[in-house]
């Protein structure tokens, strides 16, 4: 994030009209702490809390802050309850976020799932996203394979109900917004998939 008047505008939408609250800041407020590689711990005394970046998933810096003595993730945007099972693709395809998810879950053991939003979740939050995303990624590549412009694909690649809450769940009425980020999702893997078509291309004429 480099543009902090282009930020703070955007926030503003969730403030409801008290701009005042964000008024006075000025500065990005950096971290304390920072780590390089995949992983770093935390003394707080009485437990130790690990931080793990397995590799872009939400977003290309996401870290999972795990409890070993628990065995719990908060994972930020990056996985919710495994009902819901959805994310957003805010930078980048959904093969790299597959391969981050399979690094996750070969490396911690998890029993209980703190998402960014949403109720705690179990391990079997990590299978249903890595399912849904291997869909999309075929999806998506059928499309291009057909020749398919990327609205005619984002209107053509429909959410089935299997990756949607039973309208029978009172949590079945946050499924309009699952399938909005569902077309984000369309869109983003759609242009992830041209850039390596892409480049595969310049590959080839260069060879």
């Not at 009425?173 to 399938?179: C, G, K, S």
Request: some cysteine; glycine content about 8%; proline content about 5%.
């Amino acid at each position: 994030m480099n543009d902090l008047a282009g930020e703070k505008k955007i926030r503003s939408r969730n403030l409801f009209g008290k701009d005042a609250a964000i008024a006075d800041v000025a500065t990005w407020r950096k971290p304390d702490r920072v780590f390089d590689g995949e992983f770093t711990e935390l003394d707080l005394g009485d437990r130790a809390v690990e931080l793990w970046h397995f590799g872009p998933g939400n977003t290309p810096g996401d870290t999972i802050v795990y409890v070993p003595e628990i065995k719990t993730a908060w994972t930020g945007n990056s996985l919710s309850n495994e009902r819901i099972g959805k994310t957003m693709l805010l930078e980048g395809g959904p093969r790299e976020y597959i391969d981050t998810l399979a690094r996750c879950k070969n490396k911690l053991d998890i029993k209980r799932v703190v998402p960014g939003h949403g109720p705690m979740g179990k391990p079997e939050a990590i299978d249903n996203l890595v399912n849904y995303l291997w869909w999309l990624w075929r999806e998506v590549d059928e499309a291009l394979r057909l020749g398919l412009t990327r609205d005619a694909a984002i209107e053509a690649i429909t959410l089935p109900k299997r990756f949607l809450i039973s309208r029978f769940s009172p949590a079945s009425r946050v499924n309009p917004l699952i399938q909005n980020f569902h077309r984000l999702n369309v869109m983003a893997t759609y242009q992830a998939l041209s850039n390596e078509r892409a480049d595969s291309s310049k590959i080839a004429r260069a060879a």
